[in-house]
């Protein structure tokens, strides 16, 4: 059924298919978002989640609900499979289509294990609402299996916590499991000494936050030490398994592990039969169209783009959110007969908290660190988050744990209904 | 290891047993509550979860939190396989063993599907979080799978919802599943009229709310029926399947079924090697204890009480509540060669919300309907409520509801944090 408006499908719900599809609000087209699921993910606050500081839909959105005003876009919960550029078609689960005018590819990236596949089971990565809820799961198992366990060194692997990467992701998993571990094992576990609690940090890079300023690199790697963090640098790991990670020449006995190590695009390539580049990322031109084929966008952490000095645009929410809003500008130009300018990135700086009270921030500029960038950054991210209700209750969440350092959100909850067995899961790991 | 102080175990962190442990604060004795769970559940509110208006910590918190304050409690996160009653040892999972010297069984209600266990599977009960969650996601993924569906017979199936069982949990489910419903199409679905929505309420007996006087019986069915929910009275279900419900000589047409007709006990009798009544249930002597095991007490669900006019105590948590507390008491009564009174239940009233503004209240003496007994309802709810965050969180997210009339929880989210098919729960259903 052709459309008598130009038609846009844009495929992903995250931040570069949310931004591209606002910021054709007042166009002249016809919008389709396509999503898996059925919410946008604030993911810059999942740790939160898995450290159960916030609920899961403090940081998730339903898509719809977020695009209610915008008569011209359609919201389809879908599972996309390939694309036909040839017929200008969508293709779907079940069979079904969606034909395109133009298209934005904004499907975002997935936890890569380097070939390692196998090591998922044991250490999931950070990317949705259920991998957050299942590492808190499994933290908070891990507590009530040392309580339960007499001999010694199984309780020590219990309380052994191993976090992969130490970027962001993991210096801000690794300060919040050390707060979230004290503070509940703080007189609510008897058996339990909240010094016994162990957080390990392993980065095959020589420092940790590489993307950062070496000065607040070093900062933020004392400030975790002073948590009592165990920062490993320059160790590979070679393995993981059941019982614990192998790095360089020495062995972790640990029952909790967290990938924050690496990140892959979406096999969007494969869909375009075209080459991707490393990490599954398409080398975009100047306009963020796939060589070849001038309708057709990329967007996030699937373009791979380069700023003007030569490196590469960063795989961060303002990147995707940046670049939704340049496709959304080019096709509008281009129906106008404009000519389009080619996309320039901003950036506007890297953040990350250390934990509650500590942060930095390195704006190129200028480098803040410590409780004023800890402030700055809490004050951002409510800035940053999508609706005045999250806004709210966002600011409660961390006042209320500020204030009484109570985390509300430590549930222990299964993913099947029907489940009778909450603790298998710490046997079977 | 024999406890030098007198040992209670309590299992069980429902109102019976939570309020069992509370009321031992200031009594001489080591208390060990265990549960399968790490939360107490505030069961009156969990409809709230399943529709989209409360998120899962908003209405389940750590029972370790609650009990932080008290140092004679242990808390245990554990299942129980059984009693031995000669060695005074409860069985736990993996061989573990706790001895006491008064135990307290407080286990709850399951659903109960009179011997048609197959039904399960299609029509979900509401006792736990994670069945809350499974109601959220069928509920949401029936209107996205709506909206993309083009055979107008299907998309009748997909938007109609049956409930079975009439009693409080079925009419607020009803008038909530209404409210969810149509405020999520209402602008946010292209292609769906929030007027095709079907709300099916089935019920054997020959009036909703059969606990209550009859004027407010016949006033909620009203009520129901002027919001939209059609009510089917006096018809037998005699089958469930993933196309639909057959009831009496009729057949609905739906997929999404949920279970609200009955529930038994949990199988406590087996464990004591004693014979249960109708519906799994214990029959107690009037201090609560099992005939022949004196220093055994059965609170809750799981307890047959008589009232003093011979009518059964009911399972809602006020008697819970009040028959842990007893147990508490008479516990400390014996240890102090006082004499134990029987157990007496005072009956506070009944009620059930039938949506926004509209609830019924049976206080016996005397009833309220319309928005004042809603306002009462809420307050009330309120108040019951544990603790402080949940009061304000609670409080806020109702406001916001009531005043905008967006549901912050409609999240589509799964068990297996590796899932990559959100949508494959409607096709197999």
Redo the contacts between chains.
């Keep these: 059924m052709p459309s008598p408006r130009h038609k846009v499908v844009i495929v992903g719900g995250g931040f570069g298919g949310l931004s591209a599809a606002k910021a054709l609000k007042k166009a002249d087209v016809d919008i389709v978002l396509i999503d898996?699921?059925?919410?946008h993910l604030f993911q810059p606050l999942l740790y939160q989640v898995a450290t159960a500081a916030l609920?899961?839909?403090?940081v998730?959105?339903?898509i719809?609900?977020l695009l209610?005003?915008q008569g011209n876009v359609?919201?389809?919960?879908?599972?996309v499979i390939g694309v036909d550029t040839e017929a200008r078609e969508v293709l779907l689960?079940?069979g079904?289509r969606e034909g395109y005018d133009s298209l934005v590819l904004a499907t975002g990236a997935q936890d890569s294990y380097f070939g390692n596949d196998e090591w998922?089971r044991f250490a999931?990565g950070l990317k949705?609402?259920?991998?957050a809820?299942?590492i808190r799961r499994k933290l908070?198992l891990a507590l009530?299996a040392a309580?339960?366990e007499s001999d010694p060194e199984r309780r020590r692997a219990l309380l052994t916590f191993g976090i992969i990467g130490a970027g962001p992701t993991g210096v801000e998993l690794a300060g919040a499991i050390v707060e979230l571990g004290r503070s509940?094992i703080k007189?609510?576990?008897?058996t339990l000494d909240p010094e016994a609690l162990r957080v390990v940090l392993i980065e095959g890079g020589d420092r940790v936050l590489s993307n950062f300023d070496k000065e607040l690199s070093d900062y933020t790697h004392k400030a975790l030490e002073d948590m009592g963090v165990q920062v490993e640098l320059g160790e590979m790991v070679s393995s993981i398994d059941a019982e614990g990670i192998s790095y360089g020449k020495r062995r972790l006995e640990t029952r909790t592990v967290i990938w924050a190590a690496g990140v892959a695009a979406t096999p969007v390539a494969e869909w375009l039969g075209i080459k991707a580049d490393r990490g599954g990322q398409i080398k975009v031109a100047p306009d963020l169209t796939v060589p070849g084929l001038p309708n057709v966008y990329v967007v996030g952490d699937v373009a791979k783009v380069s700023r003007a000095d030569g490196r590469p645009v960063p795989g961060v929410a303002p990147a995707a959110k940046q670049e939704g809003q340049y496709a959304a500008k080019a096709i509008q130009d281009r129906l106008a007969g404009h000519e389009v300018e080619p996309f320039v990135y901003k950036h506007a700086g890297d953040l990350a908290t250390i934990g509650k009270s500590s942060a930095v921030i390195d704006f190129g500029f200028t480098k803040i660190k410590g409780w004023a960038a800890w402030w700055l950054w809490g004050i951002a991210h409510i800035y940053f988050l999508v609706e005045t209700?999250?806004r709210?209750?966002i600011t409660?969440s961390w006042l209320?744990i500020y204030l009484?350092g109570?985390r509300?959100?430590?549930?222990?909850?299964?993913?099947?209904?029907?489940?009778?067995?909450?603790?298998d899961e710490v046997?079977e790991d």
Excluded: C, Y
């Design positions: 898996r699921r059925n919410h609920s899961p839909s403090e998730a959105w339903p719809r609900h209610r005003r359609r919201v389809l919960m879908g599972t689960e079940h079904e998922k999931p949705t609402v259920e991998d809820t299942a908070l009530e309580e339960r509940s007189g609510q576990f008897h209700r999250t709210i209750f409660l209320w009484t109570q509300s959100a430590r549930l222990i909850t299964h993913g099947e209904a029907t489940s009778q067995k909450p603790l046997d």
